[in-house]
């Protein structure tokens, strides 16, 4: 038996999806689409529950960032496949036609509303954490209401950064969001543990000042930047502390402020 016949049918369950795309990136980053629900409504930016069934044919679900935006006719997810993970460990092996879970019902923090006025949104992500902002930087939204957009993304490997690279590529000729976006997004992408032309931590590139040189704009402040991180836990915990170094205090829906935060996952990492 081949593992993708171990994919138990969910068909018959309420909140049943269908796959229609799967992309597997590195042998530890997947991304794929799913027919969306007519009824279901989101903010750029959102999480919801999705997974199968379990062995005892049980939902076996997991938070999941919509990585496209709003508008979009179907839903797109960006994953990790941790080896023995009781979700990721079958969920890498979904095929176009498969079905999975979806609770329609998003919440989350890294909303656009969450944020104070401001002229200069940054988006700082590590891993996975990415997945928010592949929607947010879809949203026609972001550049409705910021004047610059900056999308910094950390991996430990090049192979890593591929998902959003290409997404910061196609955005371009975007028929829908193209125009808008022109040149208000400027992507900083930086391995850590590779060559590459940009390398380092985020806290590390902010703190230095390096990524301000080298994309050739002015130092972070509290009255024109905002920002939203989505990461590890101590990524999180730390560039919080940079965030607030520049005088950044966190928001949320219900008292907006200059940045928000949202877990990648929870735990230390595989
Ligand atoms: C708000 C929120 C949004 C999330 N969005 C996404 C998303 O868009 N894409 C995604 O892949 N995951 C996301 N996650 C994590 C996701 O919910 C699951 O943990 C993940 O799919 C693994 O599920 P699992 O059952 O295989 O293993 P789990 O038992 O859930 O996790 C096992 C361990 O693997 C590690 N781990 C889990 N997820 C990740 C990850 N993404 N990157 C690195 N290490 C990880 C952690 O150490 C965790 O303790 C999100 C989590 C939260 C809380
Ligand atoms: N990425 C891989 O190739 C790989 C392969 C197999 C297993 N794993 C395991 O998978 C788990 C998750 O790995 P991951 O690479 O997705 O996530 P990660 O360990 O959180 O690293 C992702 C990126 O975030 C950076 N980072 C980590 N902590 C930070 C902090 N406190 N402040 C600023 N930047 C920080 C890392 O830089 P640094 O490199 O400087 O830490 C790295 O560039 C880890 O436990 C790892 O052991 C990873």
């Known amino acids: 038996m081949t593992e993708t016949a ?3 049918p969910v068909k018959h369950l309420p909140d049943a999806q269908t796959v229609t795309s799967v992309r597997h990136w590195t042998d530890r980053l997947f991304s794929f689409r799913v027919t969306r629900p ?9 999480f919801v529950m999705i997974g199968l069934l379990d062995d005892k044919n049980k939902p076996l679900l997991r938070a999941y960032s919509i990585a496209s935006p709003a508008w979009d006719e179907e839903l797109e997810f960006y994953s990790i496949k941790v080896p023995d993970g009781p979700l990721t460990s079958r969920l890498q092996h979904i095929e176009v036609g498969d079905e999975i879970i979806l609770r ?8 656009i509303d969450a944020l104070l006025p401001g002229k200069r949104v ?3 992500a590590t891993g996975t954490g990415i997945a ?9 939204e972001t550049y409705e209401k910021f004047e610059e957009v900056v999308m910094m993304h950390t991996c430990r490997t090049v192979e890593e950064l591929e998902y ?5 590529e196609s955005l371009k000729d975007d028929p829908l969001i193209g125009e808008l976006v022109g040149d208000k997004l ?3 992408p930086t391995a850590t543990r590779e060559e590459f032309h940009h390398r380092g931590r985020i ?12 994309l050739g704009i002015a130092p972070m402040d509290a009255e024109h930047d905002r920002a939203m991180v989505c990461g590890s836990l101590a990524f999180n915990k730390d560039v919080m502390e940079v965030l607030e170094h520049f005088g950044l205090r966190e928001g949320a829906n219900s008292e907006p402020r200059e940045y928000v935060v949202e877990k990648a996952f929870v735990g230390e990492g595989i």
């Open 122 to 124: 940054w988006f700082l």
């Open 6 to 8: 171990t994919i138990p």
């Open 132 to 140: 928010p902002f592949a929607s947010l930087m879809r949203e026609p």
């Open 203 to 214: 806290t590390d590139n902010l703190m230095s000042g390096k990524v301000f040189e080298d």
């Open 104 to 111: 329609p019902k998003p919440v989350g923090t890294l909303v």
């Open 164 to 168: 959003g690279r290409q997404l910061v």
């Open 186 to 188: 400027k992507y900083y």
């Open 38 to 46: 007519q009824t279901l409504r989101f903010r750029s930016g959102e």
